[in-house]
């Protein structure tokens, strides 16, 4: 084929143009070679790690080599260094993940973490952000690219506008791509380059518009696009279809001015950064709280919702990268940056302000560890974000006196009288921690002699015989406590000077109390063994009984039932392990010449009498109380409490979908493993997807196979499924217990006889198969997320759901014995103020109250409220001592 001589001129390139490096696009392939073959399996170069391929704004791709473990900075500053970018902000990497989906390559986070087979996707440079004027950009270079960007969006149909507003823009592209107006030269460009999607309609028009740019530099007919684009409704728009309350479609975007609604290409609303209090999604759900003094019409919650969680989550991260990038920029820094935050670039410490003051972070808190690698660890928030820097006041534990603006004004006499009025020893601290967990297990057991009984005689819903059961063997043990409760706290107001009585000697200590009552707690044992028949005979009535069964869910969905109801029925046994516990840091505490050690030695072997007598009974309970506890949490899975089955973990993997990886929560029990999808039920109930029999698993870790990091595969009679964990040590702790599980299998002579649903096992397979479910239960009603009224998240499932963790049977064993209670100090937002609040530790979690003294007034007029109810049963008049 000869050459086309005069056909058309070389059309500058950015190289040929602003001085980048030539790319003469040579292969050094062998005849036959493909690019795969050449890079080795899995897309790898021979003797390297990772060989990326990246599109530039021109389209030209170039390859970066990379190590296996680089994050998306490194690839990011490759990107940057090769094209000579200098204003490199306004840019990102961006890629299409398992839906297709374009999303930003997020610099912090490893490479291998975010792609699925990096070597095998295409990286595309593109803006990021872009500025309400982006012909004030310094660089010529950025333009120019700005340029090609309004390109690109112009060809992919997002930069949507009128016909002659499109040729107009297309003539100039065509100035700055091959110089002044060439009939010939424009036909045969616009021939084999594609400006628009209707070009050939409105050729003519462009060549027109083209030939009245004669003289027109490059530079000027980038500026020029740039001038054009900006005042279009569209430019910068990048479309997430969401849905209104009403249902309505529709489009939301981020820009640098807030957030903006489109139906269609029209936008019907635009919500500035100054009117949004805070952001946030719970699954398919994007919230947008507003001020309520500058909503207008507007709620003050606006809910949208999308087509995925993940969408919404793409989304949200948009949002916030555009909060910090346009409205964060001059922002003074704070005094105290240097100790926050010692590394890292300004822009990720912008980024994590907005975080923690524009989101609702709780145990529902849509972003964690895991999915945000700006989002601090608990850990890291307690260790950092609690230290002092220059000029800020001490943390308000280490300060209880405090000034109006927060300064620390304890003085040196003040801090010795304080020495001298309260105790020091640490024996005095742990007899506190006694009497404040004392009194939240008294509310505890409140929850089941008061307000449970209210709700059951109220409605009537109970059998005599169950009630009978169920209040004699608990009332007798709540009397014992409430008077042990008032001895406790006498003493440690004579141990620390509250009581008028000012001669403590005799008084600074705890073990002939703890003696005391533990002795007579003995007499009690009778009562405790008798829990094992209680929880059985509550669980068998309330399937039996539909009243029942109504009255107990509502009841679970109250506020004073803050865990699951039946999780109370265990308290008194395992209180005795948390007395146990208690009574050897005494001892450890003591010397053996100490007034008090006796006694506390003595008090510990009473109670660790009582507990070996009662530790088998106690870990039947717990495993009885978790399966009853799943088997109404849980769809689709029936006769869950079956004789012989154990409990041994729970906790959220991502399971390998045709979607790809999916958020699941697995349940491991002796001799079957479940996986659940979250369901949109009222009580946000999980849809089991999958149960695989333990007998002949197999259990293989397969990071290399699948290029996912904390990657195994469980091969199972019924199927194969592929799963990722959060972690490596996440991961450790499934193989370990499954392999465990399946040993256990093994060695059982009893062969199961439980009818597996065929709908649950599938069909059989040899292969990975990967299922297309859905994220939600598809049967449950649409418009159920209109209908809940609360939120059961006190279950451990709904922790590990949230924070994307795995808990054990043992690690529930081990956190009955270190439940913490007591009082904190909580510091207001925009305020000098400080209020003490009533902290719980239980269950995984962290619950608040606003004082003590509230939970007592509720409890008292649960008991009046009680009292009216037996009156109006019995007759008789009856009264409560207090």
Request: glycine share 6%.
């Amino acid at each position: 084929m000869g050459e086309m001589e005069g056909s058309y001129r070389a059309i500058q390139t950015p190289g040929t143009r602003l001085g980048a490096q030539f790319n003469a696009g040579i292969s050094t392939l062998e005849p036959g070679q493909s690019l795969s073959n050449a890079l080795g399996p899995g897309g790898r170069s021979p003797g390297r790690g990772l060989q990326l391929r990246v599109q530039g704004l021109d389209d030209s791709q170039e390859f970066y080599d990379l190590e296996s473990r680089a994050d998306g900075q490194t690839l990011l500053s490759d990107v940057f260094r090769r094209s000579n970018l200098m204003e490199s902000d306004y840019f990102g990497l961006e890629f299409q993940n398992m839906q297709m989906s374009w999303v930003w390559l997020e610099p912090t986070k490893l490479v291998v973490k975010q792609v699925k087979r990096p070597m095998n996707t295409l990286f595309r440079l593109s803006v990021k952000f872009f500025p309400p004027d982006p012909g004030q950009l310094q660089e010529e270079y950025t333009r120019y690219l700005f340029s090609l960007q309004m390109k690109r969006d112009l060809l992919e149909g997002k930069l949507s506008c009128t016909e002659n507003t499109a040729s107009l823009l297309a003539s100039h592209l065509l100035q700055s791509e091959i110089g002044d107006y060439d009939d010939l030269a424009d036909r045969d460009f616009l021939k084999l380059n594609k400006l628009l999607p209707n070009q050939e309609r409105i050729q003519e028009r462009i060549m027109e518009l083209h030939y009245r740019h004669l003289g027109q530099t490059p530079a000027d007919s980038d500026f020029q696009v740039l001038e054009i684009a900006r005042k279009l409704e569209m430019y910068g728009v990048r479309f997430h279809p969401a849905a209104d309350r009403e249902g309505t479609k529709i489009n939301l975007a981020v820009a640098h001015i807030g957030l903006q609604v489109f139906q269609g290409n029209t936008k019907i609303n635009t919500f500035n950064w100054s009117k949004i209090r805070k952001l946030s999604f719970k699954r398919k759900r994007f919230l947008i709280k507003l001020y309520p003094e500058v909503h207008g019409p507007h709620q003050d919650t606006l809910e949208f919702q999308m087509v995925s969680r993940d969408q919404c989550k793409i989304f949200w991260k948009n949002c916030v990268e555009h909060h910090s990038f346009f409205r964060l920029l001059d922002q003074p820094q704070p005094k105290s940056k240097a100790i926050l935050f010692s590394r890292g670039s300004s822009f990720r410490y912008r980024y994590l302000c907005f975080l923690l003051n524009h989101t609702e972070v709780d145990f529902l808190s849509p972003f964690n560890s895991k999915s945000s690698p700006l989002c601090l660890s608990p850990s890291f928030q307690m260790s950092t974000l609690s230290l002092p820097g220059a000029g800020q006041a001490p943390s308000p534990l280490q300060s209880p006196i405090l000034s109006e603006v927060g300064t620390n004004r304890l003085e040196e006499e003040e801090e010795e009288g304080r020495r001298k009025r309260y105790p020091t020893d640490k024996a005095y601290f742990i007899a506190k921690e006694i009497l404040t967990t004392e009194r939240t297990y008294l509310k505890d057991l409140e929850v089941i002699t008061v307000w449970f009984r209210s709700a059951v005689i109220k409605e009537n819903a109970m059998p005599e015989g169950l009630m009978t059961l169920l209040f004699s063997n608990i009332d007798p043990i709540y009397e014992f406590h409430r008077g042990f409760l008032k001895e406790v706290d006498q003493r440690l107001a004579l141990w620390s000077g509250r009581s008028n009585a000012h001669v403590k000697g005799d008084y600074q200590r705890i073990g002939d109390v703890m003696l005391r009552n533990m002795c007579a707690l003995k007499e009690f044992t009778n009562y405790l063994q008798k829990h094992d028949e209680v929880l059985t005979e509550l669980e068998k009535a309330t399937k039996r009984l539909k009243k029942l069964e109504t009255v107990y869910k509502e009841f679970e969905l109250q506020k004073v039932c803050y865990l699951p109801l039946n999780t109370f029925l265990l308290k008194p046994i395992q209180r005795l392990m948390h007395y146990k516990l208690i009574l050897e840091r005494l001892c450890k505490h003591y010397s053996p010449d100490h007034p008090d050690h006796n006694n506390c030695r003595e008090a510990l072997k009473e109670v660790a009498e009582m507990t070996n007598q009662l530790q088998s009974s106690l870990i039947r309970l717990e495993n009885f109380q978790k399966l009853s506890e799943l088997q109404r949490d849980l769809i689709g899975i029936e006769n869950l409490t079956a004789p012989g089955r154990e409990f041994i973990r729970e906790g959220c993997l991502y399971k390998l979908t045709k979607k790809g990886l999916q958020q699941r929560m697995f349940f491991l029990f002796s001799d079957q493993l479940l996986y659940t999808s979250k369901g949109v039920t009222a009580t946000n109930q999980f849809k089991v997807h999958g149960q695989l029999p333990l007998h002949g698993m197999i259990v293989e870790e397969s990071e290399n196979e699948w290029s996912v990091p904390h990657c195994f595969t469980i091969y199972s009679a019924q199927r194969t499924i592929v799963v990722a964990a959060s972690s490596k040590v996440e991961m450790g702790k499934w193989i370990e217990d499954l392999n465990m599980a399946i040993e256990m299998t093994k060695k059982s002579q009893e062969k199961s006889d439980l009818f597996l649903d065929p709908g649950l096992c599938d069909r059989s397979s040899d292969e990975v198969s990967l299922d297309q479910e859905s994220e939600d239960d598809m049967s449950s009603s649409r418009n159920s997320l209109d209908k809940q009224t609360h939120h059961r998240a006190n279950s451990t499932m709904h922790v590990c759901w949230h924070r994307n963790t795995s808990v054990s049977m043992s690690d529930h064993s081990l956190a009955v014995e270190n439940q913490l209670s007591g009082y904190l100090l909580r510091k207001f937002k925009n305020s000098n103020g400080w209020q003490k609040l009533w902290v719980v530790f239980t269950n995984f979690c962290l619950f608040f109250y606003k004082t003590h003294q509230v939970l007592a007034t509720q409890v008292l007029g649960g008991l009046h409220q009680l009292l009216s109810v037996l009156q109006d049963s019995a007759g008789t008049g009856l009264t409560l001592d207090f």
